[in-house]
Each structure stands twice: as C-alpha cells, then as structure tokens.
C-alpha cells in the first residue's frame, strides 16, 4: 500500500498503522529525510519516494515508479494537502493550496486510477475535509480545494460503476485533527494517531465515507442543512 504525504500528521500515523499490521508501505513526501527517518522506525519493508506534487510532471513520474518498485499495490491513499488561514487572500497562499490540492490531487488521483484499471482491483482513498462541505471565509481556497476532492472522488466512484470495476472510492473528511492545518481550534480535536486507526478500520470495511471521528457525521449533516446567512456567520 502507499501513502501519498506521509512526512507528518495523519499520513505519517497511516504509516505507523499499516507498518504494525505487517503490510509493505511506500511513503512519499517532499522530504526525503523525514521519509527516510520515518522508513528506519517501522518494522515492515518500506519504499520511498520524494516528490512534490505541485510538480505534476514530475510527482507522476514518481508514483509510476514507486508502484513499479513495490510490483503490486492494493491501497493508495492521498493525504497529501495544504491550508492556511487567509483572510487576507493572499493569492500566494491561495495559488500553493490550489496546486497542491486540486492539481496534485488530480495527477496521483489519475495515475493510481489509471493503474487500479489496468490491474483490474484496487482501493483509492482521498483525504478530503469537514471543511469542504461549505465555503469558509476565513480559508476560501482550502474549503473549495476541499469540496472539488469530495466531488472528484464521486464522480471517480461513477466511473468505476459504469466500467463495472473492482475498485472501492472511499472520502475520508476529517474534521479537527493535532495537526499544523488543525491548530485553530481544540472543538472535537483527536490526535492523528487516532485518526489513522479510524481510517484504518474504514478502508478494512471498505467504506465509501468515513467522517474523522464520526461525532463529525452531525455536524456535517448540519453544514449541509443551514442556510447561507447562517454559515457567513460562522465561516
């Protein structure tokens, strides 16, 4: 299985959990050194592979290889993301979190679809966000970034119906979790440690959608519901 943006966080306690279930692992990050730190402390065979996806070229590249080191993959997920806080709109910040998160996103999401077609099976899991769900004033690029993952992963999930693949699409939206995009609010945060066991537990069940912790289905329920005026208020 590999883990796209596994230097930190949640990606990084992924890891840590498939590593302790005895799979293989392939790590990616734009880190290497972390990556390779962090491939001396699992106790499982590790594959890594440095890239930057906003270098879509580049980071495409890199995952083909990656799968081709490892012959066979089952799991890929996509964790890789960025986010700030910007109310200022600072087209640098806003420009970086679209390149990453959509275009990035876009490029592994094709080679690891384009992969799982040719080998007839396989699991793609996107990390995408509570946030995603509306527009958030306080983070615009982030929240619509969030929202084209949630429906991108959708459609993917239409076009594996209509091929009649053995391919399972799950989301995972998190909503606070300890981590450097977490850090402005302690309502309902978990570690990422807890987080990656939850998501573990999902993507073993081959959910479809898995809300991280699940206390977050509510609140997403209720992000759905409230009208317009409402989420200005609280965006």
């Known amino acids: 299985m590999i883990i796209i943006g596994a230097t930190s966080g949640i990606g990084k306690a992924l890891a840590e959990v498939y590593a302790n279930q005895g799979f293989e692992v392939g790590i990616t990050g734009r880190r290497e050194e972390i990556l390779d730190e962090l491939k001396n402390e699992l106790p499982t065979k590790v594959y890594v592979k440095a ?74 899991a996107g990390v995408s966000s509570i946030a995603g769900i509306r527009g958030l004033g306080g983070a615009p690029a982030y929240s619509a970034s969030k929202a084209f993952i949630i429906n991108y992963l959708e459609s993917l999930r239409a076009i594996v119906f209509r091929r009649q693949a053995k391919i399972i699409i799950t989301n995972i939206q998190p909503g606070f979790v300890d981590t450097n ?42 992000l759905k519901v409230l009208p317009g005026w409402m989420i200005k208020r609280i965006g």
């Open 181 to 222: 995009m977490g850090q402005a609010s302690e309502f309902w945060r978990i570690s990422p440690q807890a987080a990656a066991k939850q998501i573990y537990r999902a993507i073993k069940n081959k959910e479809k959608q898995v809300y991280v912790s699940s206390r977050w289905r509510f609140i997403a329920y209720l």
């Open 51 to 124: 890239m930057d996806i906003r270098n879509t070229e580049l980071a495409s590249k890199g995952l083909e290889e990656l799968i081709g080191e490892m012959q066979e993959v089952d799991i890929i997920i996509l964790n890789a993301g960025v986010g700030k806080v910007n109310w200022s709109l600072d087209l640098d910040l806003e420009l970086n979190t679209l390149k990453t998160n959509v275009m990035g996103f876009t490029t592994m999401c094709n080679v690891a679809m384009q992969y799982f077609l040719s080998q007839g099976k396989g699991h793609l």
